[in-house]
């Protein structure tokens, strides 16, 4: 499909980066064949992921509420209904929903067959790195 104009359709570009939000480059595209992934997650009010980092790149549109995403240095990142993300990889981090409605998220992976989408890391140290 080209950029012409269509005349019932309206599109807004909600992002075009090749950086995650904290301001890191996001990796190379890996070697092979592609596997694309499309999640729909919904977080109760009050609830918290466990710590994690994602091994393959990740997009998001927050559809519903707000959610947190907070690094194991202590950068945090709210995002709103209706903005987007690009999460880190490689990164050790968190989401939560802090907010008194559920968060409603959609995200997008670029991934390999057989490659986590996450991977969940130990909590014995998160008081210490947070």
Same mark, same amino acid.
């Given at each position: 499909m080209t950029d012409k104009k269509m005349p %019932?359709?309206? =599109? =807004?570009? #909600? #992002?075009r980066t090749s950086q995650?939000? *904290?301001g890191a480059e996001l990796p190379d595209y890996p070697q092979g064949r592609p596997e694309l992934v499309c999640r729909k997650y919904i977080f109760p009010a009050g609830e918290r !992921?466990? #710590?994690?980092h994602h091994p393959v790149m990740n997009l998001g549109i927050l559809v519903e509420g707000? !959610?947190? &995403?907070?690094?194991? *240095?202590? !950068?945090?990142?709210? &995002? %709103?209904a209706g903005e987007a993300i690009v999460e880190m990889v490689g990164t050790v981090h968190y989401g939560e929903n802090s907010g008194t409605q559920d968060a409603v998220l959609y995200?997008?992976?670029l991934s390999q067959r057989d490659t986590p989408l996450s991977v969940q890391q130990a909590e014995e140290n998160r008081q210490s790195q947070f």
């Open positions: %019932h359709v309206q =599109t =807004t570009e #909600l #992002l995650s939000w *904290d !992921l466990p #710590l994690h707000e !959610l947190t &995403i907070v690094c194991s *240095d202590g !950068l945090r990142k709210t &995002i %709103h995200m997008f992976y």
